[in-house]
């Protein structure tokens, strides 16, 4: 269980991705599977600092 004051103290947060296939060998960790009549989805997740996680955010922004 992630504790989130304790990483705000940090200065660091999570950042959660999804990806439609299994990825290996990332630095990302997996962390469920989410499942719905018409997508199956892999869910990922990734401790970071809040510059990292605002530069995750924005680039994910651009992407789509």
Same mark, same amino acid.
């Given at each position: 269980m992630i504790n989130f004051k304790e990483l705000e103290k940090q200065g660091k947060t999570v950042v959660y991705k999804e990806s439609e296939i299994k990825l290996n060998n990332t630095? &990302? *960790?997996l &962390?469920? *599977?989410k499942t719905t009549p018409g997508e199956h989805v892999f869910v990922y997740r990734k401790i970071v600092t809040f510059e990292e996680a605002e530069r995750y955010e924005l680039e994910k922004e651009l992407l789509d």
């Open positions: 630095e &990302w *960790e &962390w469920g *599977e």
